[in-house]
Nanobody, 118 residues
Framework: QVQLQESGPGLVKPSQTLSLTCTVSGGSITTSYYAWSWIRQSPGKGLEWMGVIVYDGSTYYSPSLKSRTSISRDTSKNQFSLQLSSVTPEDTAVYYC??????????WGQGTQVTVSS
């Protein structure tokens, strides 16, 4: 059973960088041909796919967030991470990590609330 767990600060100040980590257990993030996504849900809105890191380390981002988003991984810890720069209150959301490419995710973390506020 694959399990994912998000971790990181729950409060970030405007203009700062939001950093979250997803720890994966029960499966390796380097196993072919899996992909690992970050997805968020803002208050009153639907799910928004942010980006993905593939088993070989390749990354792909949502065009609307590409200029501010970076996804990386630490294979020794079986973790992948999200960095979102220059945050504003509009980036307040529940952030999820998941296995899949965004359109088809089969395992999800429980989500972590991140609030952008001074």
């Amino acid at each position: 059973q694959v399990q994912l767990q998000e971790s990181g600060p729950g409060l970030v100040k405007p203009s700062q960088t939001l950093s979250l980590t997803c720890t994966v257990s029960g499966g390796s993030i380097t196993t072919s041909y899996y992909a690992w996504s970050w997805i968020r849900q803002s208050p009153g809105k639907g799910l928004e796919w942010m980006g993905v890191i593939v088993y070989d380390g390749s990354t792909y981002y949502s065009p609307s967030l590409k200029s501010r988003t970076s996804i990386s991984r630490d294979t020794s810890k079986n973790q992948f991470s999200l960095q979102l720069s220059s945050v504003t209150p509009e980036d307040t959301a529940v952030y999820y990590c998941a296995r899949g490419d965004g359109s088809n995710c089969d395992y999800w973390g429980q989500g972590t609330q991140v609030t952008v506020s001074s």
